[in-house]
């Protein structure tokens, strides 16, 4: 079956402004998660979604947002897009249980200038 | 996440000889995986260790996970180029809405031919 599809793949935005990245898990998989790697943060957690609900949210301020469609595909958006969240951003689906391994995406790398 | 601790955070080993990554958490482990990343890409899943005491090994790679389920080994044994790459371990930690996976900072695995 499909893996994790993220678009795009590369992103190079201005400082101020905002940017849509799109995740669409394995078929089946209603839980998403996105993760932000920076080489000196490592992997830190956004937040998850299950069901359209945002289930669980990581330290991150409210510029960085998400959400779920009825087909358990996911968004995140991040407004006023600062040089420090450039990044590789990490989307991951699995089935919503304790235990169960996470399949991740290949990431979309944004750069902001 | 200073939730999970890797050590070492770099490691450059000489092409067949064996090496350990460690993993230690701050709070019970519900379950404890391993993946290794290719700079710039996805994760890719190794292993997944929830009983304490238990070992799962696949091809030279090996990990533990101790009786207390607090930390966890990584081992490769006779390392060889392909192994190459950042080793993260990730851990279900309980949030607000319920589980979550955490991941460490990685460990840069260098293999010298």
């Known amino acids: 079956k499909a893996g994790v599809t993220q678009t795009p793949r590369y992103l190079i935005k201005t400082r101020g402004q905002q940017v849509t990245l799109s995740c669409s898990p394995i078929?089946?998989?209603?839980?998403v998660s996105w993760y932000q790697q920076t080489p000196g943060q490592g992997l830190q957690f956004l937040f998850e979604?299950?069901?359209?609900?945002?289930?669980n949210k990581g330290n991150f301020p409210g510029r960085f947002s998400g959400r779920q469609f009825s087909n358990s595909r996911s968004e995140m958006n991040v407004s006023t897009l600062e040089l420090g969240d450039s990044a590789l951003y990490l989307c991951?689906?699995?089935?919503?249980?304790?235990?169960?391994?996470?399949?991740f995406g290949q990431g979309t790398r944004l750069t902001v200038v | 996440s200073q939730e999970l601790e890797q050590s070492p955070q770099s490691l450059i080993v000489q092409e067949g000889k064996n090496l350990t990554i460690n993993c230690t958490s701050s709070k019970t482990l519900y379950g404890l995986y391993w993946y290794k990343q290719k700079y710039g890409e996805g994760l890719i899943f190794l292993m997944m260790?929830?009983?304490?005491?238990e070992e799962k090994s696949h091809e030279k790679i090996t990990a533990k996970l101790d009786e207390k389920k607090q930390q966890s080994s990584l081992h490769i044994t006779a390392s060889q180029p392909s192994h190459a790459g950042i080793y993260l371990c990730?851990?279900?930690?309980?949030?607000?809405?319920?589980?979550?996976?955490?991941f460490g900072a990685g460990t840069r695995l260098f293999v010298k031919a």
């Open positions: 260790l929830q009983k304490g005491g």
């Open positions: 078929s089946g998989h209603r839980s």
């Open positions: 990730g851990a279900d930690h309980e949030g607000t809405g319920g589980f979550k996976t955490i």
């Open positions: 979604y299950f069901s359209e609900t945002q289930r």
């Open positions: 991951a689906s699995s089935l919503p249980a304790v235990g169960t391994e996470a399949f």
